[in-house]
Structure formats: C-alpha cells, structure tokens
C-alpha cells in the first residue's frame, strides 16, 4: 500500500522518562531530512521537550494526543509512517493505538513486554494489521530484542553452515548492570491485578506458547518453565557457573517462539527456548541462584497481597522515573544465547551493548527499530501483522544496531 504521509516518525509519550531518551536519541542519530514528531497530551510540555532537544529538533511538530480520545489517536496514527509508543502500561493505554495503527496501514513499535497485551493486540487488530499493510511490532526495547535478534542471528548463522535445525537453545544474561524501570514495575502490577481476576487470564500467561498464530499447530515438546536454576555445564560444555532465572524471560520467551511460529518454524520444530542469568561462579552461586529465584516469587506475591503491596508502592520505582544521566552511561549488558543443532553442532550468538539497559540502551534499540521501519523499507522482510521484531525488522534491524555500537554476532561454540 502507497502511503503519503507528513511524518517518517511520531514520537508518542515523548514527555515521559524514556520517551525523553528516545526522543535525544533520535536527535542525536537520525539521519539529516528525518521527518519526526513529538506527540503527547500536553502541548506546553512537548515544547519543553523538544527546546532540551536542540537545533536538530527544533522544527520537530508537535502533536496533541490522548489514550482516551480514540479520534486523536486515529489523527496521530495518519500523520506518520510510524509511531513509536513509550506510553504504558500497555494493557491500560496502549490497544486503541494498535487499532489506529492497523487501521491506517501505520508501522508501529513500543517497548512492550506485556504477554496479555501482545495476546489481545494479534486476537483483535493482527487480520487488521494484515490487511491494510501495517507492521505492529511490540517489545524493540531490552524487551525483547536481545532475545529475538540474537536467535535471529544464531539461526542465520547455522543455516548458513547448514547444520540443520536449533533445537535446545537457551539465552544466558552473563552480565548485567542497569536499574529496574519503574513502568516495568507498573506493568507487573496491572498483570497482577488481571490474573487475579480473570482466570482465563492466567491461563494465557502461564502458556509457553501464548503469543502463537496458532496455538493447535505448535509443537508438543513437554514442559517449559521461566524459573531455571540450571549449572553452566547444562547449558554449554565448558560454561562454568550456575544460572537463576531471569526475570523478564516470561515474556521475551513467548516473542521468541512467535518469531518461530511466524515463520513457519524455520528455526526448527524441536526448536526449545528458555532464558536464565549468570549468577557466578562462587561456592556461593547456588545461595545466590535461589535468593534470585525466591525474590521473583515473592515480589509478584507482594504485589498480589494488599499490606505488602501498599509498602512495596511506596518504595519501588514510579513510572515516569528512572536513574540519573551518569548511572545510565554506567550501564550495560552482555547475552550469550547457546543452541545445539540438530546435527549435533553447537553454537553461540552475542549480543552486548554500553549503557543502561533499560534507558539507554533501550532507548538506542527503538530508535533504531523506528528508523528501519520508515527509512529501510526496501530491507524489511515481506511481511504485515502483528510481528515480532525479527519478523518485522530482521537484518535492517541487525545492521543499524552494528552501526549504532551494539556487538551482534554469532559463531560455532
């Protein structure tokens, strides 16, 4: 479909903390002639932004828009080849977006890693999508890219040697240093509050394969757990250490396995997917392996509970807040994903980035999620609906993270 729009990019929640970032980003690193917008519901606020912004930025429109005023948000979704969403929790404020977007044959990415949203988003608008040529691409942040391109990769790289299928594949946070986004922490207590009460609900979070096209044609591969505490030498001959589970592996586990599913189970039909981060190699690591183990449980059962969830509001991070400029430049984050093929080959792909995963980074990874989709189209994959970033963006996506400072790469191990 031939699309004429004012806008390549519409920045939507660039008044919130990490629309901010993505907005200083996209500043900094979009190309010179980048037509990009900054929408929100304030007008005085989005100038405040965009002043901060710089000379780059300094004929950026502004547009006025709210998550309650479907038209408003039918009028961003027109403006623009794509919007990009930093306005969560999703579940709450983000689904009459996607229904703009598929409507319009608008391209659209957020920072999603809400399973129930995602899940609602294909039932409802992925036909939509589909038909009016829109690619809806949820979780370009920390969540879920790491994952999926690093499988995307690791897959390449295999077929290219042609060693057959991926088969037990498991993603390995070996090193890790950020702050826990307080939209994150908003984004568990909506999840918390739905599953406990709607049943059917639960239902589709617990399921491995909840975000599939087709949950009768997927594979029977026996149980698959988010809580592994596993020794390096279960993952990879000559990985040392023990593993506890990563936290948000519930989500990016089940973007992965669409990924597979959307295309037609290339990365294989005994393609198994977990994800774990390195807790050490101490005598102390399996101490540490279960402290990390009984900690999820116990926040997700905090927040279920209302005497430790009123204290647990008061003092975990708010949405909207987020860590100083130097802690951010001070972070960073390594993923080691280890497959063995179904020739018996084993292999490795990495993906490692500078700066706080969660922000910076993540703000790094939309950005250039956003760019491929409206400046690339001629390198995106033949595809519509609602996607996953590697079936929407794929090697675009690859190549503009390399170009950006991000290590990608993958090798026989």
């Known amino acids: 479909m031939t699309r004429t729009r004012d806008l390549d990019i519409v920045v939507y929640g660039a008044t919130g903390f990490v629309g901010k970032l993505t907005a200083q980003y996209l500043a900094r690193s979009a190309p010179r002639g980048a037509r990009i917008g900054l929408a929100g519901r304030s007008t ?11 000379p780059a930025a300094a004929q950026w429109p502004i547009i006025v828009a709210n998550a309650d005023d479907p038209t408003s948000l039918t ?7 794509v919007v990009i969403t930093t306005v969560g929790p999703y579940a709450k404020y983000g689904i009459d977006l996607v229904r703009a977007c598929a409507e319009a044959g608008t391209d659209y990415a957020d920072l999603s890693g809400e399973v129930l949203f995602g899940r609602e988003s294909i039932d409802r608008f992925h036909d939509v999508a589909v038909a009016s040529g829109a690619r809806i691409v949820h979780s370009c942040g920390f969540d879920s890219i790491p994952s ?18 991926l088969t037990d594949t498991t993603m390995v946070v070996s090193s890790l240093r950020g702050g826990v986004s307080g939209g994150t922490i908003d984004s568990m207590r909506n999840l918390v509050d739905t599953v406990k009460a709607d049943k059917s609900a639960r239902r589709i979070a617990v399921n491995p394969y909840s975000l ?4 009768t044609a997927e594979p029977d591969l026996g149980r698959q757990s988010d809580v592994e505490m596993l020794k390096g030498s279960d993952i990879a001959p000559g990985l040392g250490g023990r593993t506890a589970p990563f936290v948000m592996g519930s989500t990016n586990t089940r973007v992965v396995r669409r990924s597979n599913a959307l295309r037609k189970w290339e990365y294989g039909r005994a393609f198994r997917y977990r994800e774990v981060m390195s807790v050490g190699q101490s005598v102390l ?3 540490f392996a279960a402290g990390v183990s009984a900690g999820l449980g116990a926040l997700m059962a905090g927040l279920a509970f209302g005497p430790t969830r009123y204290v647990l509001d008061r ?7 987020g860590p100083s400029e130097k802690s ?11 497959t063995t093929t179904s020739t018996g080959a084993r292999y490795v792909a990495r993906v490692r980035a500078k700066g706080d995963p969660g922000y910076a980074a993540t703000a790094v990874m939309l950005g250039e999620s956003a760019l491929a989709l409206a400046l690339d189209r001629d390198a995106l994959p033949d595809a519509a609906g ?11 996506l690859v190549d503009r993270l390399r170009t950006a400072g991000v290590e990608i790469s993958a090798r026989r191990n």
């Not at 003092?315 to 807040?321: D, M, N, Q, T, W």
């Open 328 to 338: 951010r430049a001070a972070g960073h984050f390594t993923t080691d994903t280890y």
């Open 75 to 81: 009028a961003l979704a027109e403006s623009a080849h």
């Open 386 to 396: 609602v996607l996953t970033p590697a079936t929407a963006i794929g090697d675009a």
């Open 285 to 287: 690591s399996p101490v």
């Open 148 to 165: 999926d391109i690093g499988v995307h990769v690791l897959h390449k790289q295999v077929a290219a040697d042609g060693e057959g299928d």
């Open 315 to 321: 003092v975990l991070p708010k949405p909207g807040e």
């Open 212 to 215: 599939s096209p087709d949950l």
């Open 44 to 54: 005085a606020k989005l100038e405040t932004v965009r002043a901060e912004l710089g």
